[in-house]
């Protein structure tokens, strides 16, 4: 007698019908092995329902349209060959490197502001003076439109490419910055020139820009009151001195 119930899958046996009795189509002993031979229904293609099972992509149909599952095939990662860059690659690098470190100092030059011009001196008053002295010219205030200069009358040399002991002096209570510059009386040539003195700064000695042959020149020195603040020019003063060269 035929046993009713529900079979193992595995086994490729059908489930039992819902009153108990075989599957339509199924007979004892019918089939090979004793098994039932079911019929396909027909279906579209690529999907079929039997017996509540639907099949999907990646499956496949077993013996009596019990459906099982195909792994799908795993890939092999293959290697990525690398790329050779060439010199157009380092040469586009090298030009954008290029190109930030130039906007950066653009940057800093427009935060900044103007530069200021290069200046010239040492920080103090005059060697020689007193403490006396000292402290009268850090006392003394230069009236508002007044420019107070200072230069040795006479400069000895001991030859045209020697320091000679100009004694240039921008005093502290001056309102101004200073240039100077010397240009002798017979030609007119610029035989000397300073940077920007700072107020509270003065040139000892220096070297003159011309190399003189030995003589005595009668010069003028222009001395050039700059604003704090611009550097711009906004007045002059000038004293007559004398330059003598020795050998």
């Given at each position: 007698?035929?046993?009713?119930?529900?079979?193992?899958?595995?086994?490729?046996?059908p489930h039992s019908s819902a009153n108990g009795c075989p599957p339509h189509g199924w007979a004892p002993g019918g089939g090979e092995g004793g098994r039932a031979a079911f019929p396909q229904p027909s279906a579209p293609p690529g999907a079929g329902v039997y017996q509540g099972y639907q099949h999907q992509p990646g499956f496949s149909q077993?013996?009596?349209?019990?459906?099982?599952?195909?792994?799908?095939?795993?890939?092999?990662?293959?290697?990525?060959?690398?790329?050779?860059?060439?010199?157009?690659?380092?040469?586009?690098?090298?030009?954008?490197?290029?190109?930030?470190?130039?906007?950066?100092?653009?940057?800093?030059?427009?935060?900044?502001?103007?530069?200021?011009?290069?200046?010239?001196?040492?920080?103090?008053?005059?060697?020689?003076?007193?403490?006396?002295?000292?402290?009268?010219?850090?006392?003394?205030?230069?009236?508002?439109?007044?420019?107070?200069?200072?230069?040795?009358?006479?400069?000895?040399?001991?030859?045209?490419?020697?320091?000679?002991?100009?004694?240039?002096?921008?005093?502290?209570?001056?309102?101004?910055?200073?240039?100077?510059?010397?240009?002798?009386?017979?030609?007119?040539?610029?035989?000397?020139?300073?940077?920007?003195?700072?107020?509270?700064?003065?040139?000892?000695?220096?070297?003159?820009?011309?190399?003189?042959?030995?003589?005595?020149?009668?010069?003028?020195?222009?001395?050039?009151?700059?604003?704090?603040?611009?550097?711009?020019?906004?007045?002059?003063?000038?004293?007559?001195?004398?330059?003598?060269?020795?050998?």
């Amino acid at each position: 007698m035929a046993q009713h119930g529900q079979h193992n899958m595995d086994q490729g046996y059908p489930h039992s019908s819902a009153n108990g009795c075989p599957p339509h189509g199924w007979a004892p002993g019918g089939g090979e092995g004793g098994r039932a031979a079911f019929p396909q229904p027909s279906a579209p293609p690529g999907a079929g329902v039997y017996q509540g099972y639907q099949h999907q992509p990646g499956f496949s149909q077993a013996p009596y349209g019990y459906p099982y599952y195909q792994a799908p095939a795993t890939s092999v990662p293959q290697p990525m060959p690398k790329k050779r860059r060439g010199a157009g690659f380092w040469v586009a690098i090298a030009i954008a490197v290029l190109a930030v470190l130039l906007a950066g100092v653009l940057a800093f030059q427009v935060l900044s502001g103007p530069g200021k011009g290069a200046r010239s001196g040492q920080m103090g008053q005059l060697d020689g003076k007193t403490a006396e002295e000292i402290q009268a010219e850090l006392d003394r205030v230069v009236e508002e439109g007044m420019f107070n200069i200072s230069i040795a009358a006479i400069v000895e040399f001991a030859d045209g490419t020697s320091p000679g002991d100009l004694r240039i002096e921008n005093v502290p209570g001056n309102p101004y910055l200073m240039k100077v510059d010397i240009q002798r009386q017979d030609n007119g040539e610029r035989i000397y020139e300073t940077d920007i003195i700072e107020q509270n700064h003065h040139i000892q000695s220096d070297v003159l820009d011309a190399d003189l042959d030995p003589g005595t020149y009668e010069c003028i020195a222009r001395f050039h009151a700059l604003d704090p603040d611009t550097e711009e020019e906004v007045g002059q003063a000038a004293a007559a001195m004398t330059i003598k060269v020795l050998g």
